[in-house]
C-alpha cells in the first residue's frame, strides 16, 4: 500500500490564484481530513469527511473548499490564494471505528507571494 | 477537549529509554490519550493510544497514572531516528470526529 499520498510537494501560488491539494489514499479508510501547520505551530484542523459525499468544516476553514466524491481522494481547493495561507498542509485518513488512529501524507508545502 | 501540560524539550541518550511526560488532569472519563510525533519536515505519526490501562506496542509503551490525571511515553531505546516532535493528545472520538488537537508538544533530541 503506498498509504496516504499527497500532491504536489511545493508549489508557489501568486495572491488570488487558486489551485487544488491532491490527497489520496488506497487503504480503504471512511475518515479524511486536511490540517494545516504554521511554523512553530501545531497542526490545525482545515475540513473533514467521514465518509464520500460528506463534509464539514474544522478550526480554519476560511479560503477553502473540499469536496468527497470517492473514498479515495479527499482535494483541498484554495479559491483566491492570500500570503496568510503559506503553511505547510497535511492530509490524514483512519479507519470509521478508530478515527483519531490517523495516518498522515508527507504534506504540501505551499508558498503564497 | 482536555488540555495537556508537556516539557517544551527533552534530552536523552542514544540506547537510552527516554520517558515523555504529559499532564492532562482535566481529562473526561471517555477521553483516550493519544500519542503522536513528528520527525522534521515529515507528517505526522500515530505512535500508541490507551484509556486506563498500560499499553505498548512495536514502537513504545505508554503508562497511565490510576487517576489519569497524566500519562508518560516510554521509548525503551531511543535512537538518532527517535528525535521528533512529540505530542500528546487526549480525545473522545464520537462527535469529536476524530478532530486532533496538536499542541505544542514536546521535541526530543536523541544525542550520540
Known amino acids: 500500500n503506498a498509504g496516504v499520498t499527497q500532491t504536489p510537494k511545493f508549489q508557489v501560488l501568486k495572491t488570488g490564484q487558486s489551485m487544488t491539494l491532491q490527497c489520496a489514499q488506497d487503504?480503504?479508510?471512511?475518515?479524511m481530513s486536511w490540517y494545516r501547520q504554521d511554523p512553530g505551530m501545531g497542526l490545525r484542523l482545515i475540513h473533514y469527511?467521514?465518509?464520500?459525499?460528506?463534509?464539514d468544516q474544522g478550526e480554519v476553514p476560511n479560503g477553502y473548499n473540499v469536496s468527497r466524491s470517492t473514498t479515495e481522494d479527499f482535494p483541498l481547493r484554495l479559491l483566491s490564494a492570500a500570503p496568510s495561507q503559506t503553511s505547510v498542509y497535511f492530509c490524514?485518513?483512519?479507519?470509521?471505528?478508530?478515527?483519531?488512529?490517523?495516518?498522515f501524507g508527507p504534506g504540501t508545502r505551499l508558498l503564497v507571494l | 477537549d482536555a488540555k495537556t501540560t508537556q516539557p517544551p524539550s527533552m534530552d536523552c541518550a542514544e540506547g537510552r529509554a527516554a520517558n515523555l511526560p504529559c499532564n492532562h488532569s482535566t481529562i473526561s472519563g471517555n477521553e483516550y490519550v493519544y500519542w503522536y510525533r513528528q520527525i522534521h519536515s515529515q507528517g505526522p505519526q500515530y505512535i500508541i493510544h490507551g484509556l486506563k490501562n498500560n499499553e505498548t506496542n512495536e514502537m513504545a509503551s505508554l503508562i497511565i497514572t490510576e487517576d489519569r490525571k497524566s500519562s508518560t511515553l516510554i521509548l525503551p531505546h531511543a535512537t538518532l531516528r527517535d528525535t521528533a516532535v512529540y505530542y500528546c493528545i487526549p480525545s473522545a472520538g464520537g462527535t469529536s470526529y476524530g478532530k486532533l488537537t496538536f499542541g505544542q508538544g514536546t521535541i526530543l533530541t536523541v544525542h550520540p
Open positions: 469527511s467521514v465518509g464520500a459525499g460528506i463534509t
Open positions: 490524514a485518513s483512519s479507519k470509521g471505528d478508530r478515527v483519531e488512529t490517523q495516518y
Open positions: 487503504m480503504n479508510h471512511e475518515y
